[in-house]
């Protein structure tokens, strides 16, 4: 009972760390229509860190944002944001914070179809000015996977609500033009989806990024019979994930300054998920990230 319990605990985890709370004013409210000149543009993308699954799919019924509009968003730095993203009702004194709908498609996304640098735009708004301090990204019920080629719905664990809440510092975003924003998260299925008493269950842990800020790392495996591989990037801080396509590529990108190692694990299956002709693991150390470079760990051939 109490490993179950340790579970759920870490399902109520943030995804960013968490914050201390004080008395903070609450809205909201939404301001689609305000004029122009009180906008701005913003474009969020997603991607994906892959997990072992044949597909992932996620029912995303909406998104939003909540903008802090007040001159100075540091002063609203020890707020209680896992409070407001809940939105609770309006409050008299709500002055500077705007709830926002980003206005995306709903539907079922397939995430592992956003590998290896493949993005998709989820969707570009016109908002509110200020610093977006909360996204909050809205669930239906048709989340499922499909895990040698058997469907299995993936849970939302009990006691948690049904939307993912991301914290930002206000700062996250790239500015690309005049009043123009805009912001990839990285969805980091393997660590988003737990095993647990014979049921998938979804504890999401996303993190923003921008390409033109941090580092990336890219290569080639080889033979394509060793498939399915899964590749791991590590440093002692971060850690990301790829699963090759069908021509040995792989790609991670969102990378931060540090020196990482590239993981390679093979292993051929039957179609009984018994194992034959394993491959060796192979590892890769030394890889620099810095200054958001570009690197290629080379055409990597892997032996039994």
């Known amino acids: 009972m109490k490993s179950k319990q340790l579970f759920f605990n870490a399902a109520l985890m943030a995804v960013t760390a968490s914050i201390l709370f004080v008395a903070c004013s609450k809205s909201t409210s939404t301001d689609v229509n305000a004029p122009a000149a009180t906008q701005q543009s913003v474009s969020l993308f997603l991607t994906d860190g892959p997990g ?13 944002v909540l903008v802090d509009t007040s001159k100075n968003t540091r002063d609203h730095d020890r707020c209680n944001w896992d409070s407001l ?4 009702p309006l409050a008299p004194d709500s002055t500077f914070f705007v709830w926002s709908n980003l206005n995306v498609p709903a539907g079922v996304y397939d995430l592992l179809q956003l590998r290896n640098g493949v993005d998709t735009l989820l ?7 200020g610093s977006i301090r909360l996204i909050r990204i809205n669930l239906g019920t048709a989340n499922y996977i499909i895990k040698d080629s058997v469907k299995y719905t993936l849970n939302i664990p009990p006691n948690t609500p049904s939307f993912i809440l991301i914290k930002l510092g206000g700062g996250e975003w790239e500015h690309i033009g005049i009043n123009s924003y805009r912001l990839w998260l990285d969805f980091d299925v393997a660590r988003s989806i737990i095993f647990y008493n014979n049921a998938y269950y979804l504890v999401p842990f996303l993190r923003p990024f921008l390409p033109s800020q941090t580092g990336t790392v890219y290569g080639n495996l080889a033979p394509k019979d060793a498939f399915p591989e899964v590749v791991r990037v590590f440093s002692t801080t971060d850690t990301a994930m790829a699963l090759p396509n069908r021509d040995g590529n792989f790609l991670v990108r969102g990378l931060k300054d540090g020196t ?8 051929r299956a039957d179609s009984l998920g018994i194992a034959i002709q394993p491959y060796k693991d192979t590892t890769i150390s030394n890889v620099v990230v810095k200054n958001a470079n570009t690197v290629f760990v080379g055409n990597i051939t892997l032996h039994k």
Do not use: Q, R
């Open 52 to 64: 072992v699954f044949n597909n992932v799919y996620l029912d995303i019924k909406s998104v939003e």
């Open 260 to 267: 990482y190692s590239v993981w390679i694990h093979s292993l």
């Open 123 to 129: 969707s570009t708004a016109n908002i509110s000015k």
């Open 85 to 88: 993203g809940k939105k609770p």
